[in-house]
């Protein structure tokens, strides 16, 4: 056999380039040769990625033939690149060769050689997905070209890109809008329930357009941007794992915003959302602070917590003082008919002809809401809504936990070389879930419906268009308002994500602005109304300091 003599690897410079083999297949010795220029800097720099695969086929020397060695050394150092060179199709046995094909079928050869070369060049497998390779190319003789070709296809296919929120700032903003949209959508849910539209059929319109969110924000920021895998490409990846959190927090997301949906009715919008919170930040910020590694300061986080705490126990006062007033205020009346030529302003919205509008505050104003909206609460205890807080509430407290495992997979459920979850693609099948719960539940309850509401139908809902523009307006700002609290969290920490669970701040100002809560209420009433807000205040503020920065 002509060409036997090989070349050693050198560690020190000859014709300015460094080389060094490494076995890649023991039971076979079957190595590679790494190549890289003496003028190559070593603080992080990146520079051009050559991959040589030598077939054999034709080409009877070896791949660490003199011939092939000066080669690769002399195209590295005109270049300035990296080279791997690929012993892919022979077996050495003492000075001779034994061709792969003799040893193994040759079927299978190719389909280990064509693994070991993706392995090689996969820009999810090489270096982490957050620290892709650049400007990769790839060579080859006899048919080991063609492998060469094929994982250039790849690498082309695979290097598609996102865009993921890095910097503190930009954490901090996301969290900021995703406060504004998930305090605003309760409020919108609030308003079509008052106005008699069944709340069935207001969160099957809600969690079409909830879904639709996610699927806009993966297909627009989780296709652009600089970062890698993209989504399209993570949808084909063994990730079921990471895939499997992300849906279990989606079904516990649904269920706690569907039951929510009923508490307002008993509890208040305001009172609703601060417990909720509050159990939401007890535990999960929690977990989550653990979950993360502790990147937040804990010496910062945890005040922030108590702070919520004590923004709750407020908000119980505040709940405990307002039920006291309009207690107070229905004395008067001895039954609903008392109020019947009243008409209810909601945000001055609806202004009826030839009826006196009552005041909101006023007694005639609660009787009239009583009326009018969907959900009757006159006469039923008030456990029944704080039991469906409470439910809620240890709902929320698990769906962001759940949310992080899915993508940064800290229990290592993920298989060696398999990328995380990005945000964008754990956020997709986050909300596929949510949808098809919410969609079981919801037309389950149009037949079989709860807490003494009317029994409806599919074609019901289909007909029922009064309210279905603000559903929908609800369901695409909690869709993107998770989805950004999501960002932040990936960047800064789920930790002080978690300070979104400061929406009451934005909920109360929306209660009291469309619906009049604690309207022509008591002193004390406004106090403990403005020592809650201030509390949330610092919450939010003390927990947005605590963020790091993810590794």
Known sequence: ???????????????????????????????????????????????????????????????????????????????????????SRTKTHGMSETPLDELEPRDEAMRKMIEGGWRTVSPNSVNGADDPLINVVGSGDSDLFGLAVFCAFIVYIESGKMYIIESKGGAIACMLLALLFLGTWPAIMTLTERRGRLPQHTYLDYTITNLLAAVIIAFTLGQIGPSRPNFITQLSQDNWQSVMFAMAGG??????????????????????EVVTSSITVVIGT???????????????????????????????????????????????????????????????????????????????????????????????????????????????????????????DQWHTLKHGVPKLTVYTAFFYFSISAFVIALILNIRFLYWPVLGLPRSSFKGYLNDWNGRGWSFLAGFLCGFGNGLQFMGGQAAGYAAADAVQALPLVSTFWGILLFGEYRRSSRRTYVLLISMLFMFIVAVAVLMASSGRRK
């Open 1 to 87: 056999m002509l060409g036997e003599t090989t070349v050693p690897p050198s560690l020190d410079p000859q014709n300015g380039v460094f080389s060094k083999d490494s076995i890649y297949s023991p039971e076979k010795n079957l190595s590679i040769r790494i190549y890289l220029p003496e003028k190559a800097s070593f603080d992080g720099e990146k520079l051009p990625f050559l991959i040589y695969f030598h077939g054999g086929g034709f080409i009877v020397e070896t791949a660490f033939s003199p011939t092939y060695h000066t080669l690769l050394t002399s195209t590295v150092t005109a270049v300035n690149c990296r080279s791997f060179r690929f012993r």
């Open 251 to 272: 079904i516990v997301l649904s269920l706690g915003n569907l039951a929510t949906q009923y508490a307002w009715a008993f509890v208040g919008l305001s009172v609703t």
């Open 286 to 408: 929690t977990l989550n602070y653990f979950l993360d590694d502790r990147i937040n300061r804990a010496e910062i986080l945890f005040p922030g917590a108590a702070c919520f705490l004590i923004a709750v126990c407020f908000g119980s006062a505040v709940h405990k003082s307002n039920a006291a007033d309009n207690k107070s205020k229905l004395q008067n009346f001895n039954s609903l008919e008392t109020t019947s030529s009243f008409q209810i302003e909601t945000n001055h919205a609806n202004s009826g002809l030839g009826k006196e509008k009552a005041k909101e505050g006023t007694a005639a104003f609660l009787i009239e809401l009583e009326k009018q909206r969907a959900i009757k609460v006159f006469g039923k205890s008030t456990i029944i809504g704080l039991a469906i807080t409470f439910f809620a509430g240890i709902c929320f407290s698990m769906f962001s936990p759940a949310f992080n495992l899915a993508t940064n």
